[in-house]
């Protein structure tokens, strides 16, 4: 049989029990062309809980009792004739939460493991890491001697964007929850201070640490801290929005920035980015990271859970910050 997660309700607030349904269905066949992909790791992140809202966005909503929405990677299985993909091929794609999928090939990836960990593909390798790598630096626009800000900064984006930063040279300060996650920061990822939102003022706290200003602000949290941040700008500094997860089970409405003026008087930019704008580059971008990673100058750190079972708690651990680096749920029964 095929474990699925559906969509059965459209949540409001943090996503409950009877958001989705563990479902048991036939595994699907083949047709001609097509391959049948047997799911190793699924890939949880944050944008996730915005695909299951109605509305307008930059892509469409999950349907109710569809599979819900996600990046995977996993092993084909059967091929049926498929022109490009034959038996025992791995491949990473947008496989959705269950234990098998099958697709004509379509916006799917080959990918080797013997050159690095599967759940590597669907994080520093995959999605979060090409959000990384064109955010800080097409968007942030990034040079060297630049003081740059993180937020969510453990995170599966935020721990490759400050590293990435490091790489070209710049002063990384990273923003995040608790004394164990900025103690992993500073020490094993080689940023150069942290702020323990939970314990900090978090004004003060950037003002210590960015006392010459900021050059360029990473969001991933939104909030009270992008509020913070923007009181603190440089003059002509950048703003990335990836994403504002602080946000996201808010029941009331969205807290929008306060000191949006000074962008203004600092001349600055605010821009949001979404990584498919930059598909067809993805490639340059893994060839570089890969060398990187090979070099020893980025550290990539899963946090990997198993069972489909466990979907919704582990899904969870997205929002109460209960997890390290990139998020990963295993769903092959061994």
């Not at 935020?158 to 608790?178: D, H, L, M, T």
Request: overall charge neutral.
């Amino acid at each position: 049989m095929n474990k699925q997660i559906i969509l059965k309700n459209r949540p409001e607030g943090l996503p409950d029990e009877n958001t989705w349904e563990l479902q048991n269905k036939a595994i699907p066949e083949p047709k001609e062309g097509e391959v049948l992909i047997q799911h190793h790791y699924i890939s949880l992140d944050p944008a996730m809980r915005g695909w299951m809202r109605e509305g307008k966005s930059y892509i469409e909503p999950v349907e109710l009792d569809d599979v819900m929405r996600a990046g995977s990677i996993g092993k084909v299985v059967t091929s049926n004739n498929h022109p490009k993909f034959k038996e025992g091929d791995f491949l990473t794609g947008w496989g959705g939460v269950q234990q098998y999928v099958v697709t004509n090939g379509e916006n799917w990836y080959p990918v080797d493991p013997s050159l690095a960990p599967l759940p590597m593909y669907i994080g520093t390798l995959g999605m979060p890491g090409m959000t990384a790598y064109f955010g800080i630096l097409e968007v942030g626009k990034i040079k060297e001697g630049d003081t740059v800000l993180v937020s969510g900064a453990a995170g599966a984006v935020g721990s490759i964007v400050g590293q990435i930063a490091k790489i070209k040279g710049c002063r990384v300060i990273g923003i995040a929850g608790g004394a164990e996650k900025c103690k992993y920061i500073k020490e094993v990822l080689g940023f150069d201070g942290a702020i323990d939102y939970k314990s900090e003022e978090i004004y003060d706290a950037i003002k210590r640490e960015c006392p010459k200003g900021i050059d360029v602000y990473f969001d991933n949290v939104g909030g009270e801290i992008l509020d913070a941040a923007l009181s603190r700008l440089r003059m002509h500094a950048r703003i990335v929005i990836c994403g504002a997860i602080s946000q996201y089970n808010n029941m009331n409405d969205v807290k929008g920035p306060k000191n949006y003026l000074s962008l203004l008087v600092n001349r600055a930019t605010m821009q949001g980015m979404v990584v498919m704008d930059y598909a067809k580059d993805y490639g340059k971008a893994a060839k570089e990271m890969g060398g990187w990673l090979a070099q020893g100058k980025l550290k990539s750190k899963e946090d990997v859970y198993q069972g489909i079972e466990n979907f919704h708690d582990t899904f969870l651990r997205l929002f109460s910050g209960d997890k390290m680096g990139k998020l990963v749920l295993k769903v092959i029964e061994e």
